[in-house]
């Protein structure tokens, strides 16, 4: 394959055809290549995204953690407080069925 076919082909990606429209006058830094709105666009849609996925996430999770009653079989029916030691004691807490 002559070396100006292999060129063309290299060059026939749409993205490395427009980096060379915005090259004719010689080399250029390539944060001047670069739009940065796009980046900022696309910034925008992930914080939108997990912030939903988050929120989504949270809601029920808290509100089975306000509820003794749902988390209680999670733990095996033992309620558990750490000791300013650090050993793990069981613990009775008011109002929770034995």
């Given at each position: 394959?002559?070396?100006?076919?292999?060129?063309l082909?290299?060059?026939?990606?749409?993205?490395?055809?427009?980096?060379?429209?915005?090259?004719?006058?010689?080399p250029?830094?390539?944060?001047?290549?670069?739009?940065?709105?796009?980046?900022?666009?696309?910034?925008?849609?992930?914080?939108?995204?997990?912030?939903?996925?988050?929120?989504n996430?949270?809601?029920?999770?808290?509100?089975?953690?306000?509820?003794?009653?749902?988390?209680?079989?999670?733990?095996?029916?033992?309620?558990?407080?750490r000791?300013?030691?650090?050993?793990?004691?069981?613990?009775?807490?008011?109002?929770?069925?034995?």
């Amino acid at each position: 394959m002559p070396a100006a076919a292999k060129v063309l082909d290299d060059l026939g990606d749409a993205n490395r055809r427009l980096i060379l429209e915005h090259l004719p006058d010689g080399p250029l830094p390539v944060g001047a290549l670069t739009d940065r709105s796009g980046l900022a666009a696309v910034r925008d849609y992930l914080d939108r995204f997990w912030t939903t996925a988050l929120d989504n996430v949270a809601a029920p999770a808290e509100a089975e953690a306000a509820d003794p009653q749902r988390v209680e079989p999670w733990i095996g029916g033992r309620w558990y407080e750490r000791g300013v030691d650090g050993a793990e004691r069981e613990a009775r807490f008011a109002g929770v069925a034995e």
